[in-house]
C-alpha cells in the first residue's frame, strides 16, 4: 500500500473532495476548472441521497452534492466502471438537481439556479471521443451561441490526460496529475509551492486515517482493484478475441482473392494458349493451301511463320 490514498475509491473521492476539511481543495479544483466563466467563494455540502418527489420514484445518490454561496448547485461524480449510458445518467442527475428546485405555489417563476455536473471518468465514453476534457452546455444550434447557462456538464476522461510532471504548468493539470498518480507517489510534488498541495499531502496519507476509515478505504481499495483486474481481463479477452477473428477473417479473403487470381490468371492463360493453338492452325491451314497451289517453301516459310520442316510435313 503507498503513502497516499487512491482517489479513485470511493473513501479516497471522499476524503479528498466530499468532506468539510477538504472544502478547500474542492473550491479550488472548481474554480480552476471554470476559470474564467464563475469564481466560487463559498460551498457548502448538502445530503447526497435524494429522494423521490412522488411514490414510485427512483431515489439517487450523487458522490459529492453541494451547493454555491450564490445557490448553484454542484455534482460531483466519480465513475470507474465503464457503463455505455453514463451520458444519459448524468442528464438524469442534472435534470432532478433542476427539478429539486421548484417551488410550490403560483408566486415561484421558474427562477431557477444553474446546476454544475463534473463527472471524473477511468474510461471512454461511447462515443468514441478521445479529448480528456468534454464541455457540455445548452446551445442555440442556428447561431451556435450558448442559450442557457442553466446547465453546464464537464466530462473528464482520464485515460486521455497523458501529460508528464514537467509538461503540468496550470494549477488544474496539476491537480488531475496528482489525482491519476497520488496513489504512487512517495511524495506530494508542488506541495511546498501550493497549499493546495499542501493541504492534499495532509489529509490524503493513509498513515492519517481513523481506525475505522482505514478498514473502509482497505476494502474500497480490494473491490477497486478487483474492478480494474477484471476490466484488464475484459480487455484482453476482447483484444485475443478480435486477433482470433481478424486472423480468421483475413485468412477467408485470403483464400478468396487468391481463387479470384488463380481464377483470372488461369482465365488469361488460356485465352492465351488459345489464341496461340488458334493462330497455329489458321497458318497450317494457309501452308496447305499455299502448297497446293505449287508455291515455293520458302515463300510459304516466309508467308505463314512455319519452319521448313513443319511446311514439309503438311
Not at 455540502?45 to 454542484?74: A, H, P
Not at 482520464?158 to 489525482?179: G, W
Not at 485470403?254 to 487470381?261: F, P, S, T, V, W
Request: net charge negative; aromatic share 10%; glycine share 8%.
Amino acid at each position: 500500500m503507498g503513502r497516499f490514498i487512491n482517489p479513485f475509491t470511493d473513501t479516497g473521492f471522499k476524503r479528498l473532495f466530499g468532506q468539510e476539511f477538504s472544502k478547500p481543495i474542492l473550491i479550488s479544483f472548481l474554480n480552476e476548472l471554470l476559470h474564467d466563466e464563475r469564481a466560487i467563494v463559498d460551498l457548502h455540502y448538502l445530503d447526497k441521497e435524494q429522494i423521490g418527489v412522488y411514490d414510485g420514484q427512483r431515489s439517487l445518490i450523487y458522490d459529492v452534492l453541494c451547493e454555491t454561496d450564490t445557490g448553484e448547485k454542484i455534482i460531483v461524480e466519480m465513475q470507474n466502471r465503464y457503463q455505455p449510458f453514463f451520458r444519459e445518467r448524468s442528464i438524469y442527475y442534472a435534470a432532478r438537481a433542476i427539478v429539486e428546485q421548484g417551488q410550490h405555489g403560483r408566486q415561484w417563476e421558474y427562477d431557477l439556479k444553474a446546476v454544475y455536473l463534473v463527472a471524473f471518468m477511468d474510461f471512454q465514453l461511447s462515443d468514441g471521443s478521445r479529448d480528456f476534457r468534454i464541455d457540455v452546455a445548452l446551445m442555440d444550434m442556428e447561431r451556435h451561441t450558448l442559450f442557457s447557462d442553466k446547465v453546464r456538464m464537464v466530462y473528464l476522461q482520464l485515460p486521455f490526460f497523458t501529460k508528464e510532471e514537467d509538461a503540468c504548468v496550470s494549477t488544474f493539470d496539476r491537480m488531475i496529475y496528482v489525482l491519476k498518480h497520488m496513489d504512487v507517489f512517495d511524495r506530494m510534488p508542488w506541495a511546498a509551492k501550493n497549499s493546495v498541495f499542501e493541504r492534499m499531502a495532509e489529509i490524503a496519507e493513509v498513515a492519517k486515517l481513523g481506525h475505522d476509515e482505514r478498514i473502509q478505504y482497505e476494502a474500497d481499495l480490494k473491490s477497486y482493484r478487483d474492478t480494474m483486474a477484471v476490466m484488464h481481463g475484459q480487455f484482453l479477452q476482447g483484444e485475443e478475441k478480435g486477433k482470433q477473428q481478424g486472423f480468421e477473417q483475413g485468412l477467408e479473403q485470403g483464400i478468396a482473392q487468391g481463387m479470384k487470381q488463380g481464377l483470372e490468371q488461369g482465365l488469361a492463360q488460356g485465352i492465351a494458349q488459345g489464341r496461340e493453338q488458334g493462330s497455329r492452325q489458321a497458318s497450317y491451314a494457309i501452308a496447305r493451301n499455299l502448297k497446293s497451289l505449287g508455291i515455293p517453301a520458302a515463300s510459304i516459310v516466309e508467308a505463314t511463320g512455319l519452319t521448313a520442316e513443319e511446311i514439309g510435313l503438311l
